[in-house]
């Protein structure tokens, strides 16, 4: 009796992800393991299939928001992905447990008043295909990744990287073609 409650129980638990994963992001095939949070249902979204968010996972998304995530992406625990302008992503990415991705900072050259009052600075993100991005990282505003790239863990990523290569540090250089 307990194995079949349990059953049950997770049953129900799977089925109100999907419902929360379809009323936010409007796509059935999207697969939203515990404790993943979706604030707000963004202005216009395109998930491909199999895009799987693993626990602890937050996903900050505002009402004009534009996403695009491509088939066979993965987001790792705890991945925290900060979204108020465009953020595009290719196919099979992956991104490691504990990664940031924003596409806004706050302005921080008016020194007259203080930085909590700075108007919010947005640049889209673009992420090409077949991205792997490691553990512990923050993509930054701006920032565009083409496809084959290999983020090393704990980087923190402004700019444009070239493809098919490997880049790590803090902040993130090139290190070699793959």
């Not at 349990?6 to 109100?16: D, M, P, S």
Request: aromatic fraction near 12%; charged fraction near 20%.
């Amino acid at each position: 009796m307990y194995f079949f409650l349990q059953k049950l129980f997770f049953r129900i638990r799977l089925n109100i992800r999907k419902i929360k994963a379809y009323s936010l992001l409007g796509k059935w095939q999207i697969y939203l393991y515990d404790n993943v949070t979706i604030a707000f249902k963004p202005k216009k979204t395109s998930i491909g299939k199999n895009f799987t968010v693993l626990p602890n996972a937050v996903l900050e998304l505002h009402s004009q928001s534009e996403i695009t995530i491509g088939n066979y992406c993965t987001f790792s625990y705890g991945v925290v992905l900060c979204i108020i302008g465009k953020l595009q992503i290719g196919d099979y990415v992956m991104v490691g447990e504990y990664t940031s991705i924003r596409d806004t900072t706050h302005e921080y050259s008016d020194t007259s008043q203080p930085m909590k009052d700075a108007l919010d600075k947005t640049e889209s993100v673009t992420i090409g295909n077949n991205v792997w991005i490691g553990r512990g990282c923050l993509i930054q505003p701006g920032t565009v990744i083409e496809d084959g790239v290999v983020v090393a863990a704990n980087s923190t990523v402004k700019g444009r990287l070239e493809a098919n290569s490997i880049y790590g540090g803090s902040p993130a250089k090139f290190i070699k073609k793959r």
